[in-house]
């Protein structure tokens, strides 16, 4: 059987640790033909742009997104800098990978989603866990019915302290980070993805500020709980608090789930492979001089080995390359999707804020107004 692809020219927006794995995979892709970067810091460009052999290199997202060359976009700034540069393929009509969240704001979220909707793009989000393959079998199972009726799901998520003081020592706004929206959504994602026929109707939830409060005036954690419209109840929590000693190098995640007819538990905490050193370690994220044990695997990209990424993040920047050149259907998620994953993660921040229950789908306007439901 005979199979053309068509040719890519791939617009990298950001050039930081996610725009340089996507770059370098892109790189050896058959179907890339040409690759522009746009990285606003310029000793950081240079860098990556010799890494990934790019064609072109700019500061100006919009100068990279006007090239002829362009035929489909990669957005990997910062969380809350993603709205221009997708807004910049909207208007170019091109396929994009965008990495989560569409916007941090709810009201900018939907804007964007309803420009990529009206627009007809096919846009998808970095919900890089699907690409994993047990959270690939899980979803087998579920979406066959092995378990029945799915009526209860558990998980809970360890990462220690490294990615919150990350985030929250970049921003100067820390109310609009939590450890729901920039973390806990990855393993809501693979949840709700398990449950999408179902509908959540209300959640509650309570957060705790012990460490990070009087730090930088950040949450440590969430616990939760989303109801659905046939009475499933999703019971979720996330603590990103833990101390920079805990060897998940980000995400540890426990996931049960229940149904009338079966349970299928999932242990993603990576305690399969522990490496323990007596120096410090040159690779993972935010290398710490005190950590000297490791759950390896447990970086959600994935790992360097022989000087390729290896893990979930390759899987799935080649197979949204091939869904672009090739048309295949992939399980990436839609930006309706990555929509309301944050809609849901700021319901459950609201609803820890509030100390009461937030109904669903929690409308844009309702965030920071004083709250009528009793
Ligand atoms: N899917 C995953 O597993 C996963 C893992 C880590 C991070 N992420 C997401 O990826 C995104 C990027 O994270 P990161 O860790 O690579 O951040 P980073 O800080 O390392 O990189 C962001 C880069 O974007 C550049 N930038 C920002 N705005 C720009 C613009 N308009 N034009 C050109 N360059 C611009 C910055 O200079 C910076 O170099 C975030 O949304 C994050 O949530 C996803």
Known sequence: MKKSAKGIGLAIVGGGRVG???????ARHMAVEWIGLAEKNPARAKEVAAKIGADFVTADHRELIRRPEVTAAIIATDEHLHVDPIMAGVERGIPMLIEKPLATDLAQSARVLKAIE????DAVVGYTQRFRRKW?????????????????????????????????????????????????????????????KKTPVECYARSIDKVLGPLYRGIDATAGMIMFGDGTVYHLNISWAL???????????????????????????HRDIVLAVSAPQSEGYHPDQRRLVDFMGSYPPGDMALGELRGPMRE??????????????????????????????KALDLSAKLKQAVPLPLQPQELGREWKYA
């Open 20 to 26: 340089l794995f996507r770059g370098e995979v892109a």
């Open 118 to 121: 009206r627009a007809k793009i």
């Open 136 to 196: 690939l079998g899980a979803k087998e199972k579920v979406r066959t019915g092995a378990l029945g009726d799915v009526t209860l799901v558990s998980s809970r998520a360890f990462m220690n302290r490294l990615v919150a003081i990350d985030n929250y020592q970049r921003t100067d706004a820390p109310e609009t980070i939590s450890p729901m929206v920039i973390s806990g959504t990855h393993a809501l994602d693979i949840v709700m993805w398990y449950l999408e």
């Open 243 to 269: 101390p920079v000693t805990w060897p998940g190098a980000v995400y540890s995640l426990e996931v049960g789930i229940v149904g009338t007819e079966g349970v299928l538990t999932i242990d993603d905490t």
């Open 316 to 345: 799935e920047t080649d197979s949204w390359l091939n869904r672009v050149a090739m048309g295949h259907a992939t399980q990436h998620a839609t930006a309706a999707e990555a929509h309301n994953r944050l809609m849901l993660t």
